[in-house]
DNA sequence: CTAGTTTGTAACCAATTAGTTATTTATTGC
DNA sequence: GCAATAAATAACTAATTGGTTACAAACTAG
């Protein structure tokens, strides 16, 4: 091509961002490196991704994706630091202390599942982040203030149980958030062996109805006096 | 090194065979091939694994693992299919039908929760091939009928607490079998963010064992009438 | 004892991979 | 308008990777 359309570019009458001209838009080709990289990354785990294919996926050029992310480890990081702030940030929006306890609990195990299942991307890096035990992970500083919010939502509704007499005395708010994250994790993420293995097919609609109503029921049978 | 010692080679006065000659030891060798190989998948996945790596913590030359496995993905299927058969013969040995059905239920949940806490590859091995999709399992023709005796002792076990009318009418054996697998799966396989992003180590021994309580309370909680 | 087969080694190869260099083009502060 | 800087491309490189070739030693059947 020859030299820039006077069309899309510089800023507008009101001084504000117009929208970016087509050749030059570091925020955008930022953000569809990290979207390519989350696939690449929940396709084929930190081993088996591959940065051309990455470069490719977001229409970048690869020197690109050393420029903003520094290297493959760090892209990798990026990666999975958005994705965590992604459900923590869901989580943030469903309030929970206008309902009853008991509601409380199986709304956020329903979210909890519903958040799983529209996002096979985040499980798949979780599965490959704890096969290297959390390496990338444990450098990440930014994180663990996310979970002490989740926590002491679940800590407020176990309280409000308890003082009404149908919750059990001994619930430990982590061991609740396991049991509801684990009934919704290991069915999605392993659907494709256990199908297999079962010779039933798990992501049918039917099934998937039937083991979010099986959460919620073994969640709260779980905690219940 | 010149020519073979006489020593430990051909067979012995009964016809059996002696112990292997130092240098040539075909099965000896398959199953070096096969335990280095199951570390290397389990650690890096099936991208991350490195045909050299497996050939050097065998101890054998690479030829070796291609003479008796043709390729890396084919290796990699036998990996799989072994580990499936180990808990699965494992699985064989409890005898449940001496016990009451709660017993028999708890019993089964405390096996499948040993079983992952010993055999940490048997978890990694399966996350790797649900980020495949079930690809090379799916190829795998011998495995079905190992799942049936599962889910038979299950059943057995349920139409015994139902018609001692301890357990609920309407429980799935595939659901429960789930239900167990999944709060085992998740604690350990899951471990390091867990333990991570929660600031708990999920690994001590006292952790541990509340969690494998937690299993049996949860999984009699969610059947019990 | 010997020919054929199996088990094993060392060195090699073509393809792939993460990361770089050299260079050009657009944008922005002054 | 113009120098400084940021964004982008294409082509390259050194190392790694899965898989192979050529060859040698050990075992087995007759």
Redesign the pocket.
């Known amino acids: 091509?020859e030299?820039?359309q006077a069309g899309a570019?510089?800023r507008n009458a009101n001084g504000e961002r117009a929208e970016r001209?087509a050749?030059?838009?570091?925020e955008r080709?930022r953000a569809s490196i990290l979207a390519a990289a989350t696939k690449e990354f929940a396709e084929n785990g930190m081993g088996g991704?591959?940065?051309?294919a990455i470069a490719e996926r977001a229409g970048?050029?690869?020197?690109?994706l050393?420029?903003y992310f520094g290297?493959?480890?760090q892209l990798y990081l990026a990666v999975l630091e958005e994705a965590y702030i992604g459900i923590r940030t869901a989580e943030k929006s469903i309030n929970l202390s206008d309902l009853e306890p008991e509601e409380g609990i199986a709304e956020l195990a329903m979210f909890t599942w519903r958040y799983f299942l529209e996002h096979p991307e985040f499980l798949s890096l979780l599965g490959t982040e704890n096969l290297h035990r959390a390496r990338w992970l444990r450098q990440s500083t930014r994180l663990k203030e996310l979970h002490s919010q989740l926590m002491g939502k679940l800590s407020e509704l176990l309280d409000r149980g308890r003082a009404k007499g149908i919750f059990r005395e001994d619930v430990d708010p982590l061991h609740l958030y396991l049991t509801m994250a684990a009934l919704g994790y290991f069915y999605l993420s392993n659907q494709y062996t256990l199908s297999t293995i079962f010779g039933r097919d798990l992501a049918e609609r039917a099934s998937l109805e039937g083991w979010e109503r099986h959460i919620v029921h073994v969640t709260l049978a779980s905690i219940r006096r």
Do not use: L
Request: hydrophobic share 25%; net charge positive.
């Open positions: 091509m030299k820039a570019r510089g001209s050749q030059r838009d570091p080709t991704a591959r940065v051309d970048i050029n690869k020197r690109m050393y420029h290297d493959k480890e």
